[in-house]
């Protein structure tokens, strides 16, 4: 594995609410495709797709879609005569995900924008979906209702999100663990319980058939990766000493070839009247 572009500062987690104000160029780029890079990842992300209903002919649009690799497989699935919109709050991610286009994903297109004020008509896409991006949004019921809004009657809506509180790792002392944890979470997404709210926003949303059509669990068993994607080191920082133990233990544990952890996601789907 190469070496990762630096992490946003000593302390801190990015904000993915704000990419451009919060870390070096290349962190989030770096970031995003190593999680793509895992099995599961990839896994649930072609059950979205198949659950949005993406075939010939579609017309989707994917919020928050990163370094837009999402919104290229779908591209590769609408072909000419459908189309495919990657919106990201992020300039530099939507720059990125424009170096990425192909022959084969030309029914792609990428803008930048913000999913509370979303600059579509009405009704113009037969699906919206949005990976990972709701625990970082303020207002997720005005989100909810523009990705509504902009899709068809009979239309699909699909959100992902994992739930932080189901973050779990074998470490020393379950008071402790949760502690670190779980403020964690709390203080680097704006909503680590986006998982388990999917539904209730859904079904206020007056969606139809609305479902929770995937769960599925993220295992890791190293400590490097884990500490990548969830900042196990400034979680434990933020405890001013009081967790050096732990992360002592988890990196022995890692060297014995004994660290576990796991994370839930949900997929929740429903259909626009
Ligand atoms: C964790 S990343 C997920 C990216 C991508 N969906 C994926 O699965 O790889 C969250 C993304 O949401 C974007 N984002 C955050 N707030 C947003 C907003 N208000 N409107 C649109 N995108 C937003 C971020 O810029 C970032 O690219």
Same mark, same amino acid.
């Not at 590769?76 to 286009?101: F, K, N, Y």
């Not at 944890?181 to 949303?205: K, P, S, T």
């Not at 490097?224 to 405890?239: I, P, S, V, W």
């Not at 022995?252 to 949900?266: E, H, I, K, N, R």
């Given at each position: ?6 992490? $946003? ?46 075939? $010939? ?95 068809? $009657?009979?239309?699909?809506? !699909? ?11 074998? +470490?020393? +002392? ?75 233990? !988890? ?13 839930? +996601? ?8």
């Amino acid at each position: 594995m190469t070496a990762s572009p630096a992490h $946003p500062a000593e302390n801190q987690s990015p904000d993915w609410s704000d990419i451009e104000g919060s870390a070096a160029p290349g962190y989030f780029v770096d970031y995003l495709d190593r999680v793509t890079a895992q099995s599961e990842m990839r896994r649930y992300k072609q059950r979205t797709y198949r659950l949005l209903g993406v075939g $010939p002919g579609s017309r989707i649009l994917d919020i928050g879609c990163g370094t837009g690799d999402d919104a290229l497989a779908m591209a590769a699935m609408v072909g000419d005569g459908g189309r495919v919109v990657g919106l990201d709050h992020s300039q530099s991610l939507i720059d990125e995900a424009r170096t990425r286009v192909t022959a084969e994903t030309a029914a792609v297109e990428f803008t930048a924008g913000d999913v509370h004020r979303l600059d579509f008509p009405d009704g113009g896409f037969d699906g919206c979906r949005a990976d990972r991006v709701f625990m970082h949004l303020r207002d997720r019921e005005r989100a909810l209702a523009e990705m509504i809004r902009v899709t068809r $009657p009979g239309g699909r809506v !699909l959100v992902r999100e994992p739930d932080w509180d189901t973050l779990i790792i074998d +470490g020393p +002392g379950r008071d402790l663990t949760r502690r670190v944890i779980q403020g964690h979470f709390d203080r680097v997404v704006l909503n680590g319980w986006a998982g388990r709210e999917l539904y209730r926003l859904f079904r206020r949303a007056g969606l139809e058939r609305v479902e929770i059509a995937d769960t599925s669990t993220l295992v890791l068993t190293d400590f490097a990766t884990a500490n990548q994607f969830y900042g196990l080191e400034a979680a434990a920082r933020a405890l001013n000493g009081e967790a050096d133990g732990w992360l002592d233990h !988890l990196r022995q544990a890692d060297a014995d070839g004994l660290f576990f952890s796991a994370v839930t +996601g949900f997929t929740a789907v429903g259909h626009k009247r």
